[in-house]
Nanobody, 126 residues
């Protein structure tokens, strides 16, 4: 089990940027698939971005491609999500999730993940 803590959320104007971080407690993300998900009020949780357990594949939701960048720093036990050109529709609670994954797949559905952070709020004003 991996304990995850997100940080970096906040209020930003449309067109602005935020950088979210997800820290793993007590271990690195090596061999763990990590995903970012978000959930807006009244909506289902949706996949935003994910990285494979080998760290060699990253996948993004179509809605964030070209604007969001996911990266991993195993030395710091941290996964980041750089969010640029933010839109009001990006506002949500953002969660990171992790699961041991040795085959090199990016996991894109929330049911595939076992460990979750508490979430961090992102608010985008128009």
């Amino acid at each position: 089990q991996v304990q995850l803590v997100e940080s970096g959320g906040g209020l930003v104007q449309a067109g602005g940027s935020l950088r979210l971080s997800c820290a793993a407690s007590g271990r690195t993300f090596s061999n763990y698939a990590v995903g970012w998900f978000r959930q807006a009020p009244g909506k289902e949780r949706e996949f935003v971005a994910g990285i494979s357990g080998r760290g060699d594949r990253i996948q993004y939701a179509d809605s964030v491609k070209g604007r969001f960048t996911m990266s991993i720093d195993n030395a710091k036990n941290t996964v980041s999500l750089q969010m640029n050109s933010l839109k009001p529709e990006d506002a949500a609670v953002y969660y990171c999730a992790a699961r041991l994954e040795l085959l090199g797949f990016v996991l894109t559905t929330d049911s595939e993940y076992l460990d979750w952070g508490q979430g961090t709020q992102v608010t985008v004003s128009s």
